[in-house]
């Protein structure tokens, strides 16, 4: 891994519109390249827009496909690569997927693993995440609430990764007329300050989770989540995060220091290193098979 710049932009998404959103994401990668990233995260289902509804397959659309396409283009007008969160359609079959292309195109994505109870039926689980290369880095994707399961992230650190992403649509407090976005947000990165240092520390792995931000804009979607985006070092130190009274759209910078990475996993005591995996096929053992064979 080298050293390199991120920005996590937690955005505001029109449900299921595919092209709103795509504007959306554009007006802020303008902004975000101020701070000359080389990198720049949005959050889950940010093109798409989440939807829990059956509008959800409408927007869905092939990966690679047009809205990929159109990101690539933007990667190449600003020379920044992009990951954001879209609805796949492979075969009418709906994933919750994961994105990123470079300004030379698509690079690859990685799809939800687990599916909690509020989304089941309006997409599908996903197989083994890959790792993806994208030069600078070896990247793993967690998506929501694969982060509050564990072996999520060691799936992709076993396979080499260096830095997880983690894109939500994700609320923690009320929403009302006049929401006390101080307490809502200290809430929600006390609720995930007790789980984002774990899996960056014990993989070794930077960490770089952005939330969706709330509530919808006028013309549809109920769903009201914190603008927040947060960075943990491998080293399960907090290196960034947006800022407690956020209220709306809001993006946080950081640079993704290599030598954090090194001296983590050059500890004598880097927990990866004492696994004991011949005593672990109770993990494995379970009533429902895999969902995605591939």
């Not at 092209?19 to 093109?47: I, M, S, Y």
């Not at 998506?143 to 564990?150: E, G």
């Not at 709330?214 to 130190?237: K, W």
Request: negative net charge.
């Amino acid at each position: 891994m080298q050293s390199f710049r991120v920005t996590a932009v937690s955005l505001r998404s029109r449900p299921a519109s595919p092209q709103a959103n795509l504007t959306h994401h554009a007006d802020w990668l303008a902004r975000a390249k101020t701070d000359n990233p080389d990198l720049v995260c949005f959050p889950e289902l940010g093109l798409s827009g989440y939807s829990i509804t059956p509008a959800i397959w409408e927007a869905s659309e092939p990966v690679p496909g047009p809205s990929t396409d159109a990101l690539t283009e933007l990667a190449r007008a600003h020379n920044v690569m992009l990951a954001a969160g879209i609805a796949e359609n492979d075969n009418d079959i709906v994933y919750n997927t994961y994105a990123i292309v470079g300004p030379d195109g698509y690079i690859g994505k990685s799809r939800k693993i687990h599916i909690p109870p509020a989304e089941v039926g309006y997409w599908r689980g996903g197989g083994i995440p890959p790792v993806i290369d994208i030069g600078v880095a070896k990247v793993g994707v967690n998506i929501c609430f694969d982060n509050w399961l564990p072996e999520s992230s060691r799936m992709v650190a076993l396979q080499g990764a260096e830095v997880i992403l983690a894109p939500y649509v994700w609320s923690v407090g009320d929403w009302d007329d006049s929401p006390d976005h101080v307490s809502r947000n200290r809430a929600w990165k006390d609720y995930a300050g007790r789980t984002f240092p774990a899996r960056a520390i014990d993989n070794g792995v930077f960490l770089v989770a952005v939330n969706a931000c709330g509530p919808p804009p006028t013309g549809g979607g109920t769903h009201y989540s914190n603008p927040m985006a947060v960075v943990y070092s491998p080293l399960g130190q907090l290196v960034a995060d947006s800022p407690d009274d956020a209220g709306d759209e809001v993006m946080v910078t950081a640079d993704l220091d290599r030598q954090l990475l090194a001296e983590r996993r050059s500890q004598g005591v880097f927990h990866p290193r004492f696994r004991r995996p011949e005593l672990y096929g109770l993990l494995a053992q379970g009533d429902i098979g895999p969902q995605d064979p591939r």
